[in-house]
């Protein structure tokens, strides 16, 4: 199968790397997948007055996982928590133009990211 | 090629044609052209003379007589001509509808079973050791009221050998009829034909041409089969449609060469994966062989590497070429169903394994720069891996509530 430049690069020299704190208060992780169905995605944000001031991943996965991982932490950094929570699966899989039977990894990334965004949410409750 | 080719370590996929047999095949694609089945002309006779030759050949490799062999497509239509042609043929008992095979074999024979199943057979696919060997024992047991037993040698996945001569005499013993498929041993291990009572051969798996396989059906004692195709009956009634005469004679000319040679390419095998083993196996923490390392062939070495997953170290070791049965590069996104029926309980191991074959093109360095590339991207996608900073922290991976997607 033939990768996209775009997924290479992202799979090859991925951004963000690294884990955060989950027990600081400004910080939400998340974890997503299972290691036998090939795919773990660990998503952390740190979070500053209802923005996302750093996101790190970790993947264990596909090139595919891997990569969409780190697409979207280049895109979350910057953005409000509402507006992090409102890009969907298909902005990801169209940036990283993945073929179909890697769609999953995008829904993976993104169910990631809100999972951490509600991690932190929890906290401040 | 389309893509910058990079240094080929899949051999148990396939192999190169080797050159000499390619030049032993020339002249029959358009000089010696004729029909091997026709009676009536010298055009007919030299095919024939052609294909009598390379059938002779194979059957000294495989100590069998020359009318014991029957030419094919390949392999996998020599395990459905067995199979399935003597489930159905005229020596099945009648008394016995229990057939035995096991969940490590390729898929074409594991397939062959379960379309005897939807016929009303009783099909057994039975499981084997973590190291991949079969129980032998369990087998004794369940060979007590069966009437066949497919088998492959040496696994394509991890090389490991079965103990063809202990099965062989159990199947003796009880009467069972015992199918080998060898397509991955002629060449890398003396194979002989005289245990069992059909075997199955490849042409590509050892530098021979795509598109040619044999089956080797016993005459003494005698095994019969039914047919699949309907024709003109030729291979003795076993397998109608004419001869390829151009293939069969780079079949006969592949087996010949790969006998020839199997004690060098052996031992450069052995070399190689003792490198591999040395320095990524044994250096880097928590790196396996799958598959019983005293009861293998060099030529296929299986890994897991726990907390990576296989097709992201695929793709990170692009200038290579190597295989894994894992997930995604597949087109059913099945993890390797080989690795997983031996860890049966530990799914993960099947998604990190990395298959690396050593054939007669490989060179030293290309094991050197496999070797260097290795240590280099594992220990980068762990430091990736959440799994392996789990690990590293202590958790018991098994302990967490994964939710399964």
Same mark, same amino acid.
Request: neutral net charge; proline residues 4%.
């Given at each position: 199968?033939?990768?996209?430049?775009?997924?290479?690069?992202?799979?090859?020299?991925?951004?963000?790397?690294?884990?955060?704190?989950?027990?600081?208060?400004?910080?939400?992780?998340?974890?997503?997948?299972?290691?036998?169905?090939?795919?773990?995605?660990?998503?952390?944000?740190?979070?500053?007055?209802?923005?996302?001031?750093?996101?790190?991943?970790?993947?264990?996965?596909?090139?595919?996982?891997?990569?969409?991982?780190?697409?979207?932490?280049?895109?979350?950094?910057?953005?409000?928590?509402?507006?992090?929570?409102?890009?969907?699966?298909?902005?990801?899989?169209?940036?990283?133009?993945?073929?179909?039977?890697?769609?999953?990894?995008?829904?993976?990334?993104?169910?990631?990211?809100?999972?951490?965004?509600?991690?932190?949410?929890?906290?401040?409750? | 090629?389309?893509?910058?080719?990079?240094?080929?370590?899949?051999?148990?996929?396939?192999?190169?044609?080797?050159?000499?047999?390619?030049?032993?095949?020339?002249?029959?694609?358009?000089?010696?052209?004729?029909?091997?089945?026709?009676?009536?002309?010298?055009?007919?006779?030299? &095919?024939? $003379?052609?294909?009598? =030759? @390379?059938?002779?050949?194979?059957?000294?490799?495989?100590? *069998? %007589?020359?009318?014991?062999? /029957?030419?094919?497509?390949?392999?996998?239509?020599?395990?459905?001509?067995?199979?399935?042609?003597?489930?159905?043929?005229?020596?099945?008992?009648?008394?016995?509808?229990?057939?035995?095979?096991?969940?490590?074999?390729?898929?074409?024979?594991?397939?062959?079973?379960?379309?005897?199943?939807?016929?009303?057979?009783?099909?057994?696919?039975?499981?084997?050791?973590?190291?991949?060997?079969?129980?032998?024992?369990?087998?004794?047991?369940?060979?007590?009221?069966?009437?066949?037993?497919?088998?492959?040698?040496?696994?394509?996945?991890?090389?490991?050998?079965?103990?063809?001569? &202990?099965? $062989?005499?159990?199947? =003796? @013993?009880?009467?069972?009829?015992?199918?080998?498929?060898? *397509? %991955?041993?002629?060449?890398? /291990?003396?194979?002989?034909?005289?245990?069992?009572?059909?075997?199955?051969?490849?042409?590509?798996?050892?530098?021979?041409?795509?598109?040619?396989?044999?089956?080797?059906?016993?005459?003494?004692?005698?095994?019969?089969?039914?047919?699949?195709?309907?024709?003109?009956?030729?291979?003795?009634?076993?397998?109608?449609?004419?001869?390829?005469?151009?293939?069969?004679?780079?079949?006969?000319?592949?087996?010949?060469?790969?006998?020839?040679?199997?004690?060098?390419?052996?031992?450069?095998?052995?070399?190689?994966?003792?490198?591999?083993?040395?320095?990524?196996?044994?250096?880097?923490?928590?790196?396996?062989?799958?598959? @019983?390392?005293?009861?293998?062939?060099?030529?296929?070495?299986?890994?897991?590497?726990?907390?990576?997953?296989?097709?992201?170290?695929?793709?990170?070791?692009?200038?290579?070429?190597?295989?894994?049965?894992?997930?995604?590069?597949?087109?059913?996104?099945?993890?390797?169903?080989?690795?997983?029926?031996?860890?049966?309980?530990?799914?993960?191991?099947?998604?990190?394994?990395?298959?690396?074959?050593?054939?007669?093109?490989?060179?030293?360095?290309?094991?050197?720069?496999?070797?260097?590339?290795?240590?280099?991207?594992?220990?980068?996608?762990?430091?990736?891996?959440?799994?392996?900073?789990?690990?590293?922290?202590?958790?018991?991976?098994?302990?967490?509530?994964?939710?399964?997607?």
């Amino acid at each position: 199968m033939a990768y996209s430049k775009e997924v290479l690069e992202h799979f090859n020299n991925p951004k963000n790397v690294g884990e955060m704190d989950e027990n600081a208060q400004d910080t939400g992780v998340s974890i997503v997948g299972a290691p036998a169905c090939g795919d773990v995605l660990q998503f952390s944000v740190k979070i500053e007055d209802d923005r996302i001031k750093d996101a790190k991943f970790k993947a264990f996965g596909c090139g595919s996982a891997i990569a969409s991982s780190s697409y979207l932490t280049q895109k979350v950094i910057g953005k409000t928590l509402e507006e992090a929570a409102q890009i969907s699966n298909k902005s990801i899989a169209q940036a990283l133009a993945l073929p179909p039977i890697k769609w999953h990894c995008s829904v993976l990334a993104q169910e990631a990211i809100k999972g951490a965004i509600e991690n932190y949410k929890k906290k401040q409750a | 090629m389309t893509n910058k080719p990079s240094v080929y370590f899949d051999y148990a996929a396939t192999t190169p044609c080797d050159a000499s047999v390619l030049k032993a095949m020339e002249p029959y694609w358009n000089e010696c052209f004729g029909n091997p089945h026709s009676r009536s002309h010298a055009y007919g006779w030299d &095919a024939e $003379s052609a294909v009598e =030759r @390379a059938r002779t050949q194979v059957a000294w490799a495989i100590n *069998a %007589q020359s009318d014991e062999v /029957i030419f094919t497509s390949g392999a996998t239509e020599a395990n459905n001509l067995a199979i399935k042609g003597f489930v159905l043929g005229p020596n099945m008992p009648k008394n016995k509808k229990k057939i035995l095979t096991f969940a490590t074999e390729h898929k074409c024979v594991i397939e062959s079973f379960r379309f005897l199943k939807s016929m009303g057979f009783e099909v057994k696919i039975l499981p084997v050791l973590s190291n991949g060997l079969v129980d032998l024992d369990m087998l004794e047991n369940e060979l007590d009221d069966a009437a066949f037993l497919s088998i492959m040698y040496i696994n394509n996945e991890t090389g490991v050998v079965q103990d063809i001569g &202990a099965i $062989s005499k159990m199947c =003796r @013993a009880k009467g069972v009829c015992l199918h080998v498929d060898a *397509a %991955q041993a002629v060449g890398k /291990i003396p194979v002989n034909a005289r245990d069992v009572d059909l075997l199955s051969i490849s042409g590509h798996k050892l530098y021979g041409p795509k598109g040619i396989g044999a089956l080797f059906v016993s005459k003494s004692p005698r095994v019969r089969i039914a047919s699949l195709f309907s024709g003109g009956g030729q291979e003795r009634g076993m397998r109608s449609g004419t001869l390829p005469t151009v293939l069969c004679v780079g079949l006969g000319a592949a087996v010949e060469l790969t006998l020839e040679r199997m004690k060098e390419d052996f031992e450069r095998a052995q070399h190689f994966q003792q490198q591999v083993i040395d320095q990524v196996i044994n250096k880097l923490p928590e790196v396996y062989i799958n598959g @019983a390392i005293d009861s293998k062939i060099p030529h296929i070495l299986n890994i897991s590497v726990p907390y990576v997953e296989g097709e992201s170290l695929i793709m990170r070791m692009h200038e290579f070429a190597l295989s894994s049965g894992s997930a995604c590069t597949s087109k059913s996104l099945e993890p390797s169903h080989v690795i997983r029926a031996m860890h049966p309980d530990n799914e993960d191991l099947a998604h990190s394994s990395l298959r690396v074959c050593f054939g007669r093109q490989t060179k030293a360095e290309d094991v050197d720069a496999l070797i260097r590339a290795l240590q280099k991207h594992i220990e980068e996608l762990r430091s990736l891996s959440p799994l392996w900073s789990m690990v590293q922290k202590g958790i018991d991976l098994k302990t967490i509530n994964w939710q399964a997607h």
